[in-house]
C-alpha cells in the first residue's frame, strides 16, 4: 500500500506559474510509476504527464507540454509537476497517482491516487 498526499495548489494569475508535490508514505516511490490528472468541474479525469519508476522517462499530454514538466525525487519520496504559462482552462482539482503496472495515460492504470489539491487559474 502506498498512500499520497498533493500539495502546492492554489489561485495564480494567468501567466503565473506553480509547482505541485506529490508526497509518498507507506511505501517507497522508487517502485511507483506516478502520473498526474486533473478534472474540471463537469468534465472527466484527464490525464496531464507521467514519470517512469526511475525517473527516465516521461510523458506529456499535448496541451501540457512545454508548459509543464514532472520530476521525481525518490530519495524524498516525492513527485513534482511543474507548471508555467498557466491559463485559465488549467483551472481544475490536480490528482497524482502512481502504478506499477507501467506508465500510461489511462485512469485505469494506476490503482494509488491522492485526494487532490485545487489549482485555480484567474484570467
Known sequence: QVQLVESGGGLVQAGGSLRL???ASGRTFGSFNVGWFRQA?????????????GGD???YAD??????AVSKDNAHNTVYLQMNSLKPED?????????????????????YWGQGTQ????S
Not at 119 to 122: A, F, I, P
Request: with cysteine.
Open 63 to 68: 496541451s501540457m507540454e512545454g508548459r509543464f
Open 21 to 23: 508535490s506529490c508526497a
Open 91 to 111: 483551472t481544475a482539482v490536480y490528482y497524482c497517482a502512481a502504478s506499477t503496472v507501467g506508465m500510461g495515460t489511462a485512469t485505469s492504470r494506476y490503482g
Open 41 to 53: 468541474p463537469g468534465k472527466g479525469r484527464e490525464f496531464v504527464a507521467a514519470i517512469s519508476w
Open 119 to 122: 489549482v485555480t487559474v484567474s
Open 57 to 59: 522517462k516521461f510523458v
